[in-house]
């Protein structure tokens, strides 16, 4: 699981006042809801018009009395692809790109507007390409290979238009697929925890 812990930094709950300890699981649960807000506010800041099913992507598990800690994490089809952009690195050719016709490492990468498709559905994209593919000649709307005329180079394509005469790119083949680290998690949840936990404890104990 793709996953933020905001705790007290080790400090013992059954260590402290009363009325601190008392307040400890609402503050770290507030503080994990701005940590979460924050990380939408940075992924529209960091991606190129990111969908709502990726802003949407991180959840809160409020803090205990018990555990001491508050979780910020993202959902498991979410953070298939954006662990790429917290972490970076290169990633290993898949099965689907096997049965694209695709060996020696080399993947595919959404293009134009399929890359949101893929975003918010990538089994059920790829499963809709690959029975295309699978038909050959007998493909409704999508085919592998490098089309005539025009240097369009090679990967997925779809037919458009009237007849199927319009082709869009839907996946270029690439001999790697190199991600940078865009979002930083920790970052902004350090920042956030900077700026806000103060006040959000005296809040909870109903001092400010």
Do not use: C
């Not at 699981?25 to 709502?52: C, H, I, N, W």
């Not at 949407?56 to 298939?80: H, L």
């Not at 290979?145 to 037919?159: D, L, S």
């Not at 680290?181 to 956030?192: G, K, Y």
Request: net charge positive; proline share 5%.
């Amino acid at each position: 699981m793709l996953k933020i812990a905001v705790t007290t930094a080790g400090t013992p709950l059954d260590s402290l006042p009363p009325k601190i300890r008392a307040a400890i699981p609402k503050a770290l649960t507030g503080l994990a809801f701005d940590v979460r807000d924050a990380l939408r506010e940075e992924m529209q800041s960091v991606f190129d018009q990111p969908r709502a099913f990726t802003l949407n992507a991180f959840r809160v598990q409020p803090a205990t009395s018990e555990n001491g800690e508050a979780v910020v994490w993202a959902m498991p089809k979410q953070a298939q692809y954006l662990r790429w952009e917290i972490e970076g690195g290169s990633r290993a050719s898949k099965g689907f790109e096997h049965k694209l016709g695709m060996f020696g490492g080399r993947v595919a990468v959404p293009v134009g507007k399929f890359d949101a498709q893929f975003e918010r559905s990538p089994k059920g994209f790829v499963g809709r390409l690959i029975r295309d593919v699978e038909a050959g000649k007998g493909s409704k709307r999508f085919f592998t290979g490098t089309p005539n005329g025009g240097g369009r180079g090679e990967g997925v394509w779809a037919r458009a238009g009237r007849g199927g005469g319009k082709l869009l790119k839907v996946m270029s083949f690439e001999d790697s697929a190199k991600y940078e680290e865009r979002l930083d998690v920790q970052a902004v949840a350090q920042r956030i925890s900077g700026l806000k936990w103060e006040s959000k404890l005296l809040r909870a104990m109903g001092v400010a």
